[in-house]
């Protein structure tokens, strides 16, 4: 899979007891948004701290971008962006001096960072908010700045952990929107969510269930998977969900 942005190959992830992750195989091509739905606790965040070489592998393989995961993580460290599920913003900076933090972090010039928080200050609707202190802000302005940060440095590969928690449906849309624009200029993207009908808007879907890969496909694929194991038609991706979780053996 040259061309895969993200690679997991039978990633496993123990801790002590338990198998939070338990032989996950997975790409995601350039340019593709792939979403990861499952329960609480399915193991959608350890998954996606393997891929980005945040948790060492227990076994298998995590490629970004080609390279191997956590060993060659400083070859990518600038082309890649994370958003964690606990966001990274600090408190007690303000809104510019965040996004001049995380821009300097990835070795950005001054003026390279000026330009760019402004882009994304217009972008994100907190242009007039820059010298507000983060503590300040609401949810949704802390998850745009989080967000924000996230893209100084115009990653390539995005891993966006429930970017969309706790938004209003507005806000979760422009968030979309903002995905698709990223997807539609090359970068690839790989967005957890327990919104199950944001789904729709990937190219394609894994669900994850108690550390697997339980299903993974085209929405519409997924659907007529769900059709045939419930017997009846099923249009949306919420029943989807509520059929995999319902299944033992998924797709696979
Ligand atoms: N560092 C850790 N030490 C011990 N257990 C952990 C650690 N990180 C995760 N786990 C456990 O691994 C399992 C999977 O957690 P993970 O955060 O990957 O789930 P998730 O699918 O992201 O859940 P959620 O949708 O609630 O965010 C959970 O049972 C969790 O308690
Ligand atoms: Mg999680």
Redesign the pocket.
């Known amino acids: 899979m040259a061309d895969a942005a993200f690679e997991g190959r039978t990633l496993v992830?123990v801790?002590?007891e338990?198998r939070?992750?338990g032989g996950i195989t997975v790409a995601v091509q350039r340019g593709e948004i792939y979403g990861?739905v499952?329960?609480?606790?399915?193991?959608?965040?350890?998954?996606?701290?393997m891929l980005c070489g945040l948790?060492t592998p227990t076994s298998g393989e995590a490629r970004l971008l080609g390279h191997l995961m956590p060993k060659e993580r400083r070859a990518v460290e600038d082309r890649f962006g994370y958003m964690p599920?606990e966001r990274a913003v600090y408190r007690d900076l303000s809104v510019g001096e965040n996004l001049l933090f995380f821009g300097r972090i990835y070795g950005m010039s001054r003026p390279a960072v000026a330009r760019r928080t402004r882009e994304l200050l217009t972008l994100m609707r907190l242009a007039d908010r820059a010298k507000q202190l983060s503590a300040h802000l609401s949810g949704g302005e802390k998850q745009r700045l989080s967000l924000a940060c996230t893209l100084i440095h115009e990653p390539d590969a995005l891993l966006l952990?429930?970017p969309t928690i706790g938004l209003d449906p507005a806000l979760r849309l422009e968030f979309w929107d903002h995905f698709r624009t990223l997807a539609a200029t090359g970068r690839t993207l790989l967005v957890?969510t327990?919104y199950v009908h944001e789904a729709e808007r990937c190219g394609r879907v894994g669900l994850?269930q108690r550390?697997r890969l339980a299903a993974e496909g085209a929405p519409p694929d997924l659907k007529a998977w769900a059709s045939t194991a419930s017997g009846g038609p099923v249009s949306d991706m919420e029943d989807v969900f509520l059929i995999l979780c319902r299944s033992e053996g998924g797709l696979r």
């Open positions: 992830k801790f002590g338990l939070a992750v990861l499952g329960p609480s606790g399915a193991g959608k965040t350890t998954l996606i701290r948790t599920q952990d429930e957890s327990h994850v550390g």
